[in-house]
């Protein structure tokens, strides 16, 4: 579906065009600029939601402008099921990240929303970037904003944090650009993410790619072992940082593998299955393990980001349509839910300086509204029904038992663990015996803390009674991830033919036979 | 004398900065101290003719005019390097302005004898015969001995101009003795007849390969090389910091313009041969100078690392082109050599007019601690310098990710996708040390027991000079297309 307005595009250059616009600013204009900014892109985006056509080919919104021509490489965008509500979900977080840095960002305050904006175009075209090499830019081009916001405006030990981030994300990606490289000259000397879905590789090839792949995934998801950035780089970023870091780059490398991995190498994708599995149960219920030790709330939300990303990519790699279509539902609950802890910790942080469970014991008294919010998003993180992370987790699990029953037992325990874990802190934080030194000071929420949460409180809601808007978007994308699998498995790998079939298009014939649809 | 005129207006280009350096120089003493500005405009000047002509010298793409019986020619390859050559002069000379009048040293001879090494370079670039790319090499490493050691009051500029010259003429004997037993092989110095001879004699014959190896050793010292490096840290340090940015910028290209000539169109036959031997140096030199780069305090020290480095990224596209098989051949590793070099050229010329500016009270500040805080009294300043690292470390949407993207192109298509995942994991670690450069500026604040803090002094020229590095870096970061169709037709004509 071309449409004639580009809408993409739009969506990149308004942030950008705020950045430009600090450069003029001054201080005190700098936050209503960027806030001005984040909410004509949310403007720009809302209306996608509706104009997308769930049944129609896989891209829509389609942008297709040579770029550079020896090698061809286009600046090509296209929004699919899969990408559409992560792209809503990044330009959804922004403007809440812009808020919620209102007060808490006092130095350089010009600087801090120009980084912010910059971030946001990345982001974006990360997830409409239909040019491996476009993509590539857009992914690299995060990490200076993402490295000047943890080492500019984090806290003590930023300066660790911030290269420690920096050096582990480009370590992982450099690979992913040799992949890159590799593909272009085995698929038919074209950097063209839908072509490239399209053909076929050598078995041995295969592995060799996927490992780079996921050197480059893996440490953005983050999975167990490559992992041991996030703590560091979560305390340490400011309140808007970490939300980021949890909404929206975590997600790039379950993005990456779904776009990449699968569609491209099936064959390497199945091969690792179970390694992956074991890796992302492993991630589950050791992050739900080091986030039982936690006594600081932004380290025990981030391991237990490392948990909830687990499921996902767990979803993702059990490899069939409820595995992932519940880890892309994942991927935006976690999104929604991790995001609105962060600004929680955020909150709380600018009132009592710290964010030590043991500092910040019964705030039911003094802050009810801002306690009922906390409560309700920990009951969203720990999966009740009726929440936005039931579904998701829900779907993974029944995905996952489709593959292997010993592997969904293991993986329900995460969610035990996060019932345990969450609800301790609550119970501390909540209901604990207040320690009397702090109460005096504690004023609830202010309007715009209310406005922060309260839109992500209702989407919690939103998703959890009523998903099926968001999962009919995203199933005929998933659909064509998976027929694209199953395709390039009937194709033997050594007939090259093979990789010259039709677009995405011809394959929904394909889709009447595929096995295991929920609906 | 009308036998000779079409040569000379072959030479025009390299005539004009010839001459223009003698002037220079018999004009200097008339010149009263106030008014020495005149000459830099002078020498600016006539690089912007020079460019004029050089660009219009050939009428089409594929034409090669050779001029003085086959010694040079004049072609598309020369043509790009030349114009390449010619605006990092100009842009050096236009940093050395204001550079050199807060050193102290405005010496009117300086532009003279950056004229006479560009025209050592221009000549270098253009010749097809051994002996006359000697004599260019030579004009230009003389030339730079010189402005190593200009700075007089300073015993490290001394030392470094001393160490240079001993190094490079210690290099200049192997490369002549390479010469010489090609000579004695093919009985001729002209590339051509090296090629021929080469052909007959067979690739096995010892005396090929000992000069083949002599030549590369010579080369290598003037691309500073692992490991053949020796002399870069120190004299990039020692030197005055607008000649330390002209030697990392035009030698550099100018050195790797001749190397790849001689080696493509003279010793093409010996491909196997010497692809192999370029392939561990390639290694040897971004493993050294990445590694070494780390653990450097004083930031002309680092850069002087990088551009170490930066060679051996080069080298992989050279060593690519040698191993190129199929219809392209060696041309897409050819032209991401020649890609590469030109945009390491902005990002470089743009760091060290950064660093060149850099005050510390009275003296230059080249420590890398100088320049904690800079973000928060120097904002732009800071977030150029940023630009610049991002750009050497090869992060997109800079210059430098298209030059690494095209080399590691390159190479994946020549089978190397092992030496490119090596050379992207070594750029990787880089990333380390640009990025510390961006840590002190921003995250860190000024020592204070400092009580002046370092500041930069800025002037129009200055301004100009990283204006234009920086819209190099941002432009060619993102419209690479017009840079890599001009590269993509030169490399043609190198055969």
Known sequence: ?519 | MSLYGTDLLALLPELIVAVTACLVIVLDPITPASRRDLLAWLSVGALALCLGITAEQISALNVRVSAFSDLVVIDAYARFWKIVLCGVTGLTILLSLPYLKAERIHLGEYYGFILLALSGMMVMVSSVDLLTIYLGTELMSLSLYVMTGLNRSKPRSLEAAAKYFVLGAFSSGILLYGISLLYGVAGSTKLISIAGAIGTRGVDDPLVLIATILLAVGFGFKLAAVPFHMWTPDVYQGAPTSVTTFMAVAAKAASFAAFMRVFVEGLGGLKADWSLLFLLISILTLVLGNVVAIVQTNIKRMLAYSSIAHAGYALIGFVAAARGVGASGGTPGLASVMIYLTLYTFMTLGAFAVIGMLRKGGVEGEEIDDFAGLAKRQPLAAFLMLVFMASLAGIPPTAGFIGKLYVFMAAVEAGLAWLAAIALIFAVVSAYYYMRVVMVMYMRDPNPSSDTPPHLVTSPALSFVLACAVAGVIFFGLFPNPLVSFALQSVLTLK
Not at chain 1, 56 to 73: D, K, L, V
Not at chain 1, 335 to 344: D, E, K, N, P, Q
Not at chain 1, 354 to 380: C, E, H, K, W
């Open chain 1, 1 to 519: 579906m071309t449409s004639s307005f580009p809408w993409l595009s739009l969506l990149l250059v308004l942030p950008l065009a705020g950045a430009v616009a600090m450069y003029f600013a001054s201080e005190s204009a700098a936050r209503w600029i960027a806030l001005a900014a984040t909410l004509a892109d949310l403007c720009v985006a809302l209306p996608l939601w509706w104009l997308f056509d769930p049944q129609a080919s896989p891209m829509q919104f389609t942008e297709h402008i040579a770029w550079i021509t020896a090698p061809p490489i286009y600046y090509s965008l296209g929004l699919d099921g899969i990408s559409l509500p992560l792209v809503l979900m990044t330009v959804g977080i922004m403007p809440l990240c812009v808020l919620a840095s209102w007060n808490a960002i006092t130095t350089r305050v010009r600087g801090f929303m120009a980084v912010l904006l910059v971030m946001e175009t990345a982001m974006v075209g990360v997830f409409v970037a239909l040019d491996f090499v476009l993509f590539y830019v857009f992914w690299e081009a995060m990490l200076i904003p993402m490295y000047l916001l943890i080492g500019v405006w984090g806290g003590p030990n930023r300066l660790y944090a911030a290269i420690k981030f920096f050096l582990y994300t480009l370590a992982g990606s450099v690979l992913l650009l040799v992949a890159i490289l590799v593909l272009y000259f085995y698929g038919g000397h074209t950097f063209d993410i839908l072509a490239l879905s399209q053909g076929t590789y050598p078995a041995s090839l295969q592995t060799w790619l996927f490992l780079a792949f996921f050197a480059a995934f893996a440490v953005k998801v983050p999975m167990f072992p490559f992992h041991t950035w996030l703590p560091d780089a979560h305390v340490e970023a400011p309140t808007a940082g970490s939300v980021i870091l949890a909404s929206i780059l975590l997600k790039m490398g379950a993005y990456g593998f779904l776009r990449f991995s699968l569609p491209m190498l099936p064959d390497a994708s199945r091969d690792f299955t179970p390694l992956m599995v074991a890796l992302s149960i492993i991630a589950i219920i050791y992050g739900a393990y080091m986030a039982l030790a936690q006594v600081d709330l932004k380290k025990l939300i981030a391991y237990s980001s490392v948990s909830h990303m687990g499921f996902v990519s767990l979803g993702l790699f059990v490899l069939n349509q409820q595995g992932i279509e519940g880890a892309v539902l994942q991927m935006v609950n976690h999104g929604i839910t991790t995001g609105a802890l962060f600004l929680c910790v955020g909150m709380i942080y600018e009132r009592t300086h710290s964010r030590l469970i043991a500092d910040n014991v019964g705030l039911a008294a003094p802050m009810p509204q801002y306690a009922t919010l906390l409560v309700i998003f920990a009951l969203s993180s720990l999966g009740l029904p009726g929440t936005n992370s039931f579904v998701g987790e829900f779907l993974v699990l029944v995905g996952t038992f489709l593959w292997s029953k010993i592997a969904t037992a293991f993986a329900s325990l995460g969610i035990v663990l996060a019932a345990t874990y969450l609800l301790w802190m609550i119970q501390r934080v909540v209901y604990g015996v207040p320690s009397p030194h702090h109460l005096p000071t504690l004023r609830d929420l202010n309007q715009r803390e209310l406005a922060t949460l309260v839109p992500l409180a209702l989407l919690v809601f939103w998703i959890g009674l009523y998903p099926n808007p968001l999962v009919s978007r995203m199933h005929q994308s998933v659909t064509n991830t998976i027929d694209s699998m199953s395709r390039a498995k009937v194709a033997p790998t050594a007939h090259p033919s093979a990789g010259g079939r039709g677009p995405l298009l011809a394959d929904s014939e394909a889709q009447l036979t595929t096995q295991g649809t929920l609906r």
